[in-house]
């Protein structure tokens, strides 16, 4: 079996502003090594929140992460150095130039060679050109392609994306697909979280099918082959709620 | 560490913004020192002759307006990144939060330079043509600047503190600069009347020994900004960043 780059055990995460509202309830997942991973639920069902403690932006109220084999709190930080993705819109600055955005990115992450940029931007398809517009002059498509750009700086091991075909055109989507399973031949392993069944289904090698903070199943696309993946959800749904 | 410094300090070469309130302030300072030469020139019975450093004068009477700018500038430098979610670049470049709050107040610190030179360069060039050009300053006056420089620098250790410490609670850039300055107002207008407002005696020596404690001593003055420091060090570690 292959090792595992992401494993959540027990993850529960209650959100106590107001009211309390419980985002994770006992989650437990695996991601394996080079799995194109895709994460289905319905609004609220907690995909989002799990990106985010797995991205360091929020903590677990209870539960282990394991990232990379560690699950402390200063190796998880170190590890996620060679994590990187986009939760709900790519974060980054504006009011600079995408060539500045990457510059930060690089700085931060001690890369000095401008080379690296120009990769990643290549890798992401946008031109110089394009770099040097200022960011939130960009239009949907490419801040989105931005954001995989600055994701691929540092060459990662593991990319999360949540929601990353929201707003992009028909062109745009077969862009992101492309790019997605040439990431994934070059050996990165990728986690998506999509409302689009289908296409989540002409990319995923695994999928996890979570519902009110619980994941009901983890199944191979090999053993959903006969199975049309929305089919297969619903049907999970109607279970959970009998 | 270093390396969060340095993207930190790109990040302000290239921020629109922080040029703006450079130049707005830049201009302010001019027309209040522009005002008072005409103000010295008009009445001059009312006023000292200025010598190379009468300026000086001016320059401590303006210390609410070195408040206000120091909180705006901390107001849309450090909540700007909550507000854009570009502190998750930082920690996925394997940082620790403590590292990311830190290397954001070190370049806040040093942002504050280039604008704390600004009443000290507008004084010396406007006064010096006000006076002649080829005025002697003297060793006095050269020791004054130094000096008003020194107390500035600590003005701002104490401002940036308050400022950096209501940021990671209010997480908005127009709440922290209302709380930051709120506070110093109402604290200024309660030192100032205290005698009104509290009109049992042992009440008012306990709260004006309380609201002069930190400026007791070196020693008082310092633990008061490092213990902000570390209660906004210790909000920002366990904050859900959103």
Known sequence: MADIIFKAEKIVKIYKKKQCFTALNGLDMEIHRGDIYGLVGENGAGKTTLMRILAGWTRQTSGTITLFGESTEKALCQKRRFINGIIETPAFYPDLSAWDNLTICCLQRGITEKEHIRQSLTDAG???ADAQCKSKKLSLGMKQRLGIAMALLGEPQFLFFDEPLNGLDPMGIHDFRKLILKMNESGITILISSHMLHELNSLATCYGFIHKGKMMEQVS?????DDDLAHHYLSLLKNQQR | MKNLIR??????????SYRILWITYLLIETAIHINNISNSVAYPKYNPTYTGAGWLHNLHQMQLLWAVVVFLFIAFYVNGDFVKHTFYTCLLSGTSRTNAFLA????AFVGTVPLMLIPLLTGTLLWSIHAGF??????????LIAKAFALQLLASLVLIS????FSVIAKSSTRTFGWSFGTLYLLG?????????IQI????????FLLSLPYLNPWTFLTAIVLKLILARYIFERYDLT
């Open chain 2, 162 to 165: 308050n400022a950096v410490f």
């Open chain 2, 134 to 143: 080829g005025m002697d300053f003297g060793a006095e006056a050269i020791f």
């Open chain 2, 189 to 197: 207008v309660l030192r100032g009347n205290i005698g009104h407002i």
């Open chain 2, 201 to 208: 005696p042992a009440l008012r020596e306990v709260l004006l």
């Open chain 2, 7 to 16: 993207a930190e300090l790109f990040k302000l070469r290239k921020s629109t």
């Open chain 1, 221 to 225: 696309a090999s053993d959903l082959a």
């Open chain 2, 104 to 107: 954001k107040l070190i370049s």
């Open chain 1, 126 to 128: 946008l031109t110089e």
